[in-house]
């Protein structure tokens, strides 16, 4: 398309996108809940031709030579397939947060005044590669009473519009309009810069994908984003800590996952039990071929470990590796993780009562644990049910985003005729 | 100051502000409070200072020749001092809202996890004309444990320094660093570019005077903005409207004052019941000299108003006049309002359940309201104990914006060595 074009055809999906943001707003539960079960029969139904698509972009993805991590990602494997096909089901039963009134009570003046539920209206959410996002996506918005826009990566066009064939078809099916969820057609760039500067049209942009898109997003954005940059979480090991539970959260946090965003990646150590702790962590992480940066008190302990440099307090590794400082004790703990920590999860071990309320309150981030392994930092862990990311900003949501992130409140006003005076 | 140098003295202040926000968001309830008092007694030991650089910046006014309604702002009248002292005192009787921790609950995994309220960090507050409003952001701030930046009108600048040196006194003699409040002391308008563009330093901004300002914060800010814009509320009377609460609450919404965000400026009326009501306010709004304006349909009824124009539905008069639309019920007053409405307050009247219920679901406005005078939407009157402004948006708070507002959540996660599998 021209540029021209690409400005009507966004402008045209906006439109529709905040008509139809009218009528889910206020759809029923139970026919909500209808079409999520009919988008996966959908699913169901059209299962080969959609693993076609995703043939072909897998096909196209070899011959642009996409690294092996993207092609992973855009792979829908029969078993992610089947996870689509339970999200949908699993978001059906989720009770739905529209419409739900708290902080109810009565004011002097007789009015009785509360805080409802309401949608956000229309969100934008943009991703990279992996398809099955889509399905996601659509379905958190659509339960939580939004229209949505969607963008996934060009890499996996073929695969979208063929799971986007389905999404349309069970909301037709249930009775709804399909402008609910529009998938958006065209692979042109510009289209992600228009759907970001509609603020008419759109509430809310999720960026879902590397550190880079979210920046590009954030500073041309004339919308606001729910954003996630990156996880460089931390483990504090105090003096009070129970090593055994130390050793257990620190192993836990750095190597279920590397490539999470709640992964370990720095890793504090109260200098008074370094030099008991320290070698066994090492021997672990060795068999486990973690490699590990020391600060200079933690090559005097582990002598044969690489040493970090300030950038590694920085980095947010997503591989392998992780970085050790041993600190005088809380306080310089707290400070640390107050200059390096991108604001994501951070966990104390410790068995010091006061040592875990200072931890909790004074470290500034959007999870913050007590003797629990940073890789808890999680929708469906956290019993939101789903998320559709994590944010690391400080208003509007904090930490996994679930269904209510996808909200906010009004008040309302219950009167009997009052009138101020 | 130099451009260079104002870069350089906002960047500082910014430094300030961060390593500032980290003290005051620790801070105990009692210590907070203390201060608040103690800012208290210091206007009182200092009123005739503060009185006198008010004078000046009247004199400076005048001579600017500055519109009666700016100088009506700008003056610190007695009471209006008076005000400013109850205000803090207010403040500080109302419930701390951090640390307040919610939704602990058990996960199958072993974890328990809730939310805890902290401070959103430094707020930046860019406000016109009336003095006050130092010491009402000031207290707000403070109390919810945030660091801020403020930044008066230029007219007011005189008034403004002499506020901030109670306030800093009022913090030093609390025994808090005097940075938890700055006042910026220059006039020069590229401060507040450099304030809204400083993300690393600012984690909000909370602008508050004209449309023009709000706009133009809104378009250049690389900072979160809780704004507010029009306030183009509604009133709809419904065909099943008990026809004396109606007369009260339009005759309140529009006259009980002329300048207010939730003044009402669109009167909606069923066909049904239009012959019936019409006449009567038109009386009376004829005796409070409130001009009208009116559709085709409601010129065949009150055949001596004006005719509205397109222009009118979309028109913050906040003066005495009042536009008035016929429409066929419920569903066209919906649609009416939620083409024209700015978001901020609309009112249905009506004694049938039915419609009282689908108006306030369906109405996405900031406040709903169910037989009660726009004029409530008031953080006072809601009982949240003060307000830093109303916001229209959409995220993060909706409405009156308290102490909550100024605020977020966090996940907190109490475990005993538990390790995700």
Redesign the interface.
């Known amino acids: 398309m021209e540029s021209m074009d690409i400005k009507q055809y966004m402008s045209q999906i906006g439109v529709n996108a905040r008509k139809a943001s009218?009528l889910i707003?206020?759809t029923p539960t139970a026919q909500k809940n209808q079409a999520l079960l009919a988008i996966a029969t959908a699913l169901q139904e059209n299962r080969s031709a959609v693993l076609e698509a995703n043939r072909k972009d897998l096909e196209q993805g070899q011959q642009k030579a996409l690294s092996p991590a993207l092609m992973d990602r855009l792979e829908l494997t029969p078993s992610r397939f089947d996870s689509m096909l339970e999200g949908l089901q699993q978001v059906a039963t989720l009770t739905d947060p529209i419409?739900e009134i708290s902080n109810l009570?009565h004011?002097p003046?007789g009015?009785k005044?509360g805080q409802?539920r309401?949608p956000?209206?229309v969100i934008g959410i943009i991703y990279e590669s992996r398809p099955n996002v889509t399905v996601e996506a659509a379905s958190l918005c659509l339960k939580s009473g939004n229209a949505c826009i969607l963008r996934g990566g060009s890499e996996a066009i073929q695969s979208n519009q063929a799971i986007a064939r389905c999404i349309k078809s069970g909301l037709e099916s249930a009775g709804l309009s399909q402008d609910i969820v529009q998938v958006i057609e065209t692979t042109d760039r510009a289209a992600v810069g228009e759907l970001i500067t509609l603020p008419e049209f759109v509430?809310?942009i999720v960026p879902r994908g590397g550190k880079g898109l979210i920046e590009r997003i954030s500073k041309d954005a004339k919308v606001?984003v729910?954003k996630h940059l990156d996880g460089i979480c931390h483990v504090y090991i105090d003096e009070h800590a129970?090593l055994?539970?130390a050793f257990?959260?620190t192993?836990?946090?750095k190597t279920?996952r590397y490539g999470t965003c709640n992964t370990l990646e720095t890793l504090l150590v109260s200098e008074a039990i370094a030099a008991e702790i320290l070698p066994k962590l090492n021997q672990a992480f060795e068999e486990k071929q973690v490699e590990l940066r020391g600060c200079p008190q933690t090559l005097k302990i582990l002598a044969t470990i690489n040493s970090a440099t300030e950038e590694d307090w920085n980095t947010e590794y997503l591989a392998p590796i992780l970085s050790i400082r041993i600190v005088s004790g809380l306080d310089e703990a707290i400070d640390h993780i107050?200059t390096y920590s991108s604001a994501h999860t951070d966990?104390i071990v410790t068995e010091n009562y006061s040592h875990s309320q200072r931890f909790?309150?004074?470290v500034?981030?959007?999870?913050?644990?007590?003797?629990?392994?940073t890789?808890?930092?999680d929708g469906f862990?956290?019993?939101l049910g789903a998320e559709i990311g994590i944010s690391t900003?400080?208003?509007?949501a904090?930490?996994?985003v679930g269904l209510n992130g996808l909200t906010?409140?009004?008040?309302?006003?219950?009167?009997?005729?009052?009138?101020?005076t």
Chains 1, 2 share one sequence.
């Open positions: 009218r707003g206020k419409g009570s004011r003046s009015i005044v409802m309401v956000l209206g509430d809310v606001p729910i129970d055994e539970k257990n959260i192993l836990n946090s279920q107050n966990s909790i309150a004074e500034d981030s959007s999870s913050v644990m007590i003797n629990a392994s890789r808890f930092a862990e956290y019993g900003d400080k208003i509007h904090r930490g996994p906010s409140q009004k008040f309302i006003v219950f009167g009997d005729g009052n009138i101020r």
